[in-house]
């Protein structure tokens, strides 16, 4: 199975910062990578996909970056509905596996 | 947009069966994977089985944890993908999340919101 590394597990931040969050393939999933902001209680939402497109709706402080192995999620300037925990997830071959997570915190 | 819809979950002996389903829109349906993946409470996403689109003649695939006791389905025509869950064990019970996945450029994954599948006597 592909192992996603995500780092930090946890940043705190305030509002306005730049928050980036890694994560790196156990090997090359070329550009099928996602990422998930989920919220206490509520299901996952896709922000990125294709390592950096991004989903429809989804504000463009949002933007993602990499393919290969090494990706980076960016929030550009963090919102107060932003706290929250990130994660990535490949979908270059099964089974589907998915990050550790990133807890955003409020600084 | 795209949308889906999980339904179907609730409480089930250990033993029993159970029928998810999860209607999609907002997508062109026949083009998409079709995945489940489930949240046990406090733990993180396990991915449990696909179905491919079209093109790829709808076969599927699954977990070593539920392969034998779930099934993958889908219908193109009502934009719907199911699964049956047999011999249910305590450790499915879980968040239960149908996701799609267009192997496409420029084409939005999904994600539903749950449904919760608890497993007890």
């Known amino acids: 199975d592909i192992q996603m590394t995500q780092s930090p597990s946890s940043v705190s931040a305030s509002v306005g910062d730049r928050v980036t969050i890694t994560c790196r393939a156990s090997?090359?999933?070329?550009?099928?990578l996602g990422w998930y902001q989920q919220k206490p209680g509520k299901a996952p939402k896709v922000l990125i996909y294709d390592a950096s497109s991004l989903q429809s709706g989804v504000p463009s402080r949002f933007s993602g970056s990499g393919s290969g192995t090494d990706f980076t999620l960016t929030i550009s300037s963090l919102q107060p509905e932003d706290f929250a925990t990130y994660f990535c997830?490949?979908?270059?071959?099964?089974?589907?596996?998915f990050g550790g997570g990133t807890k955003v915190e409020i600084k | 947009e795209v949308q889906l819809v999980e339904s179907g979950g609730g409480l089930v002996q250990p033993g029993g069966s159970l029928r998810l389903s999860c209607a999609a829109s907002?997508?062109?349906?026949?083009?998409?994977?079709l995945d489940w993946v489930r949240q046990a409470p406090g733990k993180g996403l396990e991915w449990l089985g696909r179905?491919?689109?079209?093109?790829?003649?709808?076969?599927?695939q699954y977990a070593a944890s539920v392969k034998g006791r779930f099934t993958i389905s889908r219908d193109d025509l009502k934009n719907s993908m199911s699964l049956q869950m047999n011999s249910l064990k305590s450790e499915d019970t879980a968040v239960y999340y149908c996701s799609c996945y267009s192997y496409a450029s420029g084409k939005d994954w999904g994600w539903g919101q749950g449904t919760l599948v608890t497993v007890s006597s």
């Open positions: 179905t491919r689109n079209k093109a790829n003649n709808y076969t599927t």
């Open positions: 090997q090359d999933i070329r550009r099928w």
């Open positions: 997830q490949q979908a270059d071959t099964l089974p589907l596996t």
């Open positions: 907002g997508f062109i349906f026949s083009d998409y994977y």
